[in-house]
């Protein structure tokens, strides 16, 4: 697989990222559809085969197991100089007070219970899961800065929030010399293409790299119109059932292209989906979710499927603008 460069910073990605939300303890947190090690192992290690070294995670998925589970598997696949490991830092992981958001007692503790829970000294990229209102930006600089030279992070990135919001968060750590983020991780994919209109420009001109969640749309673009999902995800994950909810005529449109584009093609709609959004100028490389084997194959193939200008007019032509959604 390609390696990519994460935005104008030094680190190296491969061109897929595995997202490891997936699996965890369903007992624990909000995810009852995730899968704990053993059925984990084999997605990791097929993974690593198809030459993914890149693996997302958050102190907040399955209340700290996802980061367990990491850990322990990616031990067993390969040296930790070989992969690259990231985990967020922002949801509520006590009730306790200081449990939750970006206040700098929060982030050097959890830094910490991250550290633990993956087993490892470092993380390759330390992200905010969203932008913390509460706490003044300055703090969470400062904070996330005193992270980086204590050895524990590498890099730092973002996830959702208003690009001026990101902007801010920037703006103040250059003001002080303090790290700045080298990454944005933003809901991105054929269904939801609000970042194009301030986040992606604001990314691509100050050299930060875009890591896309969601790239699939919760599986929407991954089988024909009001074709049923599998799993129990679809029934569960209250969050995702408030996404792509808004004008449901083009979304269907949308998928009917990426269907016609797939059969045309002779792959499957996921690998259409996917090297759409690999393909777009603002992005480093989408953070793949799998559950099925067939979900890595798809995501490798992805990475070295190039789309001809009139299929992407085509997947393309049928958006509508509409809310930006997930944070």
């Not at 995730?34 to 693996?55: C, H, K, M, N, Q």
């Not at 390759?124 to 800065?145: C, G, K, N, S, W």
């Not at 991954?222 to 059932?241: C, I, L, N, V, Y």
């Not at 449109?253 to 093609?265: G, L, M, S, W």
Request: proline share 4%; with cysteine; charged share 25%.
């Amino acid at each position: 697989m390609r390696t990519v460069r994460l935005g104008s910073s030094g680190l190296e990605l491969s061109a897929v990222v595995l997202g490891m939300m997936s699996y965890g303890d369903p007992a624990k947190g909000s995810h009852a559809w995730s899968v704990g090690l053993d059925e984990a192992r084999p997605f990791v290690r097929r993974a690593y085969e198809a030459g993914i070294t890149t693996f997302d995670t958050a102190n907040v998925y399955s209340l700290g197991s996802s980061e367990e589970i990491t850990g322990t598997l990616l031990r067993e696949i390969a040296p930790r100089e070989e992969l690259q490991i990231a985990t967020k830092v922002h949801g509520r992981m006590r009730d306790a007070r200081n449990g939750g958001g970006l206040s700098r007692a929060a982030i050097m503790h959890e830094i910490d219970a991250s550290l633990q829970r993956l087993g490892t000294d470092y993380v390759d990229l330390y992200q905010i899961h969203r932008f913390d209102p509460r706490t003044p930006v300055e703090e969470t600089m400062e904070a996330l800065h005193d992270v980086v030279k204590a050895g524990k992070a590498r890099y730092l990135g973002a996830s959702s929030m208003w690009a001026w919001q990101f902007a801010q968060l920037q703006h103040t750590a250059e003001l002080h010399g303090w790290t700045r983020f080298v990454s944005m991780q933003d809901q991105y994919n054929l269904l939801e293409r609000e970042e194009e209109r301030e986040m992606h420009p604001f990314c691509r001109a100050t050299g930060v790299g875009v890591l896309p969640w969601s790239p699939l749309a919760r599986g929407r673009l991954t089988r024909p119109w009001g074709a049923a999902g599998s799993g129990t995800r679809e029934s569960t994950d209250a969050f995702g059932q408030g996404l792509y909810t808004q004008d449901v005529a083009a979304n269907r449109a949308i998928v009917d292209a990426v269907a016609a584009v797939a059969d045309e093609r002779g792959v499957p709609m996921a690998q259409v989906a996917l090297a759409w959004v690999a393909g777009r100028p603002a992005v480093t490389a989408p953070i793949v979710g799998a559950t099925r084997e067939q979900h890595i194959d798809d995501a490798a193939a992805a990475a070295e499927l190039d789309l001809t200008d009139e299929e992407v007019r085509r997947l393309e032509e049928a958006y509508t603008p509409r809310n930006p959604s997930g944070f």
